[in-house]
C-alpha cells in the first residue's frame, strides 16, 4: 500500500476513455503525458484540463504501427515527466471485414497497432519502471472482445486476446519489481470510436445491457484509477471487464438486442 505514484503516461488521451483517463489520474495528483495520433488539437484540450488541477501535462505524437519506434516516444515523456510510475495502454483501432474479406494490409494494420505497438510501449515503460526501482502500474485496455469474439472483427479479436494474454504472463514477470500489470475491457462506450462523440450514454436505450445503456468514458476511467492508485497493490495480472454486463448475456446477443422481452423470461 506504499505505492504513490506521481507521474502517468496515457496513450490515445486526445479523446474519449484516454482523455477521461489522463484527466481522472490528473486528479488524484499525477503529472501526464498525452499521446495522440491525428487530433493534436484534442490532445491540447486534454493537456489544458489535466493543468486545470494543477498538475504538468507534456503531449507528444504516437503512431504505434511504428515499430519499434513507438517507444522512442515512451521514453521520451518519461524523461519530461522525470519518471514513470503508471503507463495506461489506451491507443488501439478496429476493423470491420469478414474474415473471408480481410486483406492482410488489414490485419497487419489492427494488429500492429492493438499487440505490437502495444508490447513496444509497455516494455518500455516497465524498463523505466525496474530502473527506478519503485514499482509501478501498468494497465492496458483491451475489450470486451478480450473474452468474446464479434462476427467481422477477426484482427481486432486476434489482437485484443493477444494483449490479454500479454498482459497475464508480464504480471508473472513483473510481480518481483513490485509491477502490478492489469487489463481493463470495456463494453461500448459513447466515444468517438463507437461514433458517439460528445453524446450522453444515458440517453441512448441499450435492450441487450443489462443496465440498458453505453457507458461514459468517464467509468472506464474511474477503474483505470483504481488500478493506479495505492489501493490496487495485491491487484495483478486481472482483466476488469466494464461492460454494464453485456458479457453475461453471453448467447442472448448482449448489445445486439432490439427489446427488453428477454428481461420477461
Known sequence: MDFTAQTAIVTGADS?????????????GLDVGITW???EEGAEATASEVREHGRKAFVARLDTTDVPGCGDVVDELAGR?????VFVNNAGTGDNAPFLDL?????????????????VCLQRAARHMVQAGRGGRLIAVTSVHEHQPRVGSSAYDAAKHGLGGL????????GSHGITVNAVAP????????????EDPHEKHRPGVPLGRPGDAREIASVIAFLASPAASYVTGASWVVDGGMLQMGPQAGSHLESDAWREG
Open 81 to 85: 515527466l522525470g519518471g514513470l510510475d
Open 16 to 28: 474519449g476513455i484516454g482523455r477521461a483517463t489522463a484527466v481522472a489520474l490528473a486528479a488524484d
Open 187 to 198: 463494453g461500448e462506450i459513447a466515444t468517438p470510436m463507437t461514433g458517439q462523440t460528445d
Open 37 to 39: 495520433h491525428t487530433d
Open 167 to 174: 498482459v497475464k504472463t508480464i504480471a508473472l514477470e513483473l
Open 103 to 119: 486483406t492482410l494490409d488489414q490485419w497487419r494494420h489492427t494488429v500492429a497497432t492493438d499487440l505490437e505497438g502495444a508490447f
